[in-house]
T-cell receptor, first 113, second 111 residues
Framework: GAGVSQSPRYKVAKRGQDVALRCDPI?????LFWYQQALGQGPEFLTY????????KSGLPSDRFFAERPEGSVSTLKIQRTQQEDSAVYLC???????????FGEGSRLTVL | SQQGEEDPQALSIQEGENATMNCSYK?????LQWYRQNSGRGLVHLIL?????REKHSGRLRVTLDTSKKSSSLLITASRAADTASYFC???????????FGEGTQLTVNP
């Protein structure tokens, strides 16, 4: 596609439910990033893939967060047993040549009740 | 944790005026980037300046970088109502492992 696509755009989950957020990067982009953005704050780094390899997952806040990119293209961010503090916008970004500019998707807004 | 701090947190100006936003960071960088975010949307890259550059222009945007002070500024000239958005600076450290964002400046341009 022309840009980074994320789905769903909005997700409401009950506390304790598992959620999965999908990211389709720009075709051919090797590097893929996930960020978490709380309301009124800047994006916080979660994890980084180069092709299918997860090179940095130091930003994942707990072991309830898991990300994968099995074929080096589409990525999924999974949050198990969601908590209220997980409510945020989850942004995916991709790039062809790191460490240049990132191309962001519109984000997935997660609300945990 | 945030690498950069933007100043001011919020800025309100009239159309046609210039808007200046500042960013300070803590560690050595490879490059510094500025992004724009409209409400409820993703971030859009505006400009990248490398650590060995001091100034860069793109249309109505002018970015400066002072590595000795670990600071950068973004100037938007002749602002328009459509420039209303949040503006974030982001840095890539010398290890180059990630892009780290600041807290952002909320710019409002009144018509």
């Amino acid at each position: 596609g022309a840009g980074v696509s994320q789905s769903p755009r909005y997700k409401v989950a009950k506390r304790g439910q598992d959620v999965a957020l999908r990211c389709d990067p720009i075709s051919g982009h090797v590097s893929l990033f996930w960020y978490q953005q709380a309301l009124g704050q800047g994006p916080e780094f979660l994890t980084y893939f180069q092709n299918e390899a997860q090179l940095d997952k130091s930003g994942l806040p707990s072991d309830r967060f898991f990300a994968e990119r099995p074929e080096g293209s589409v990525s999924t961010l999974k949050i198990q047993r969601t908590q209220q503090e997980d409510s945020a916008v989850y942004l995916c970004a991709s790039t062809l040549a790191w460490i240049g500019e990132l191309f962001f998707g519109e984000g997935s807004r997660l609300t945990v009740l | 944790s945030q690498q950069g701090e933007e100043d001011p947190q919020a800025l309100s100006i009239q159309e046609g005026e210039n808007a200046t936003m500042n960013c300070s960071y803590k560690t050595s960088i490879n490059n510094l980037q500025w992004y724009r975010q409209n409400s409820g949307r993703g971030l859009v890259h505006l400009i990248l300046i490398r650590s060995n550059e001091r100034e860069k222009h793109s249309g109505r945007l002018r970015v400066t970088l002072d590595t000795s002070k670990k600071s950068s500024s973004l100037l938007i000239t002749a602002s328009r109502a459509a420039d209303t958005a949040s503006y974030f600076c982001a840095t890539v450290g010398t290890s180059g492992s990630r892009l780290t964002f600041g807290e952002g400046t909320q710019l409002t341009v009144n018509p």
